[in-house]
């Protein structure tokens, strides 16, 4: 399964948590996989995309971030392939348009010709 992990750090401090992936790594348990990232220009939250099988392996992970300044929020999150596969029940096919469809807007009525209008 996939999960995106929302980092907060405080005060916006990244410094410690960062030390530390510096000096020890990334402590991941055998099981989680790292697969990217992406942190906000202003260091106020870091998205991981994570992949395990096994939730425990999050929550013991989440343990060993501890005393570092960091919450973590775990999102499980699906590939649009893999949610289409399970929501539709025929695949998508493309749609063919005729060239010689009319256009959307109407063309503007014949010069005296009476505006007709509903009420």
């Known amino acids: 399964m996939l999960f995106m992990i929302i980092e907060r750090f405080a005060d ?6 960062y030390q530390r992936l ?28 994570m992949r395990c099988d096994d939730l425990r392996l999050l929550q013991e992970w989440a343990l060993r971030l501890r005393g570092l300044g960091v919450s973590l929020e775990i999102v499980p999150v699906a590939t649009v392939d893999e949610v289409l ?8 096919v493309a749609i063919e348009w005729p060239n010689d469809l ?9 010069e005296g010709a009476e505006a007709i209008r509903a009420h």
Do not use: H, T
């Not at 916006?12 to 948590?17: F, G, K, L, Q, R």
């Not at 596969?85 to 998508?92: D, F, H, I, M, Q």
């Open 22 to 49: 510096r000096d020890k790594g990334r402590s991941f348990p055998e099981g989680l996989a790292y697969v990217d990232s992406w942190i906000e220009p202003n260091f106020a939250r870091c998205f991981q995309l």
């Open 102 to 110: 009319e256009p959307a807007v109407p063309a503007k009525p014949a």
């Open 85 to 92: 596969a399970r929501a539709l029940v025929k695949p998508l």
């Open 12 to 17: 916006n401090d990244m410094v410690p948590a």
